[in-house]
């Protein structure tokens, strides 16, 4: 059974940086995908970023496009998230998720099959 571990939340101020990690153990050859979702309080859960395992294309959302890189380490079977310039909008819980190859929009967080448990990132003011 896959399993996907997150770390690397915290509290940081408007500006600073933090980076996220993602651990996958278990049968994880065919996770073609692997990326992160958000979710803020009263809203529902939002694509962030994700990347395919064989040849590194990312995809971001627009709101982290040039403060946010994915980046992932096959060999570790890991995924990382590195953010910068947060913030507050940025305070949220943060998923890590992975699915299989398939057709489905990799922004839809319904064609992610698998899930962490979430990290909270909460940006001050």
């Known amino acids: 059974q896959v399993q996907l571990v997150e770390s690397g939340g915290g509290l940081v101020q408007h500006g600073g940086s933090l980076r996220l990690s993602c651990a996958a153990s278990?049968?994880?050859?065919?996770?073609?995908?692997m990326g992160w979702f958000r979710q803020a309080p009263g809203k529902g859960r939002a694509f962030v970023a994700a990347?395919?395992?064989?040849?590194?294309?990312?995809y971001y959302a627009d709101s982290v496009k040039g403060r946010f890189t994915i980046s992932r380490v096959n060999a570790e079977n890991s995924v990382y998230l590195q953010m910068d310039s947060l913030d507050p909008e940025d305070t949220a819980v943060y998923y890590c998720?992975?699915?299989?190859?398939?057709?489905?929009?990799?922004?839809?967080?319904?064609?992610?099959?698998?899930w962490g448990q979430g990290t909270q990132v909460t940006v001050s003011s």
């Open positions: 998720a992975g699915r299989r190859y398939s057709s489905a929009s990799v922004y839809s967080s319904g064609s992610y099959k698998y």
């Open positions: 278990g049968p994880t050859d065919n996770m073609h995908f």
């Open positions: 990347m395919t395992r064989s040849i590194g294309d990312a």
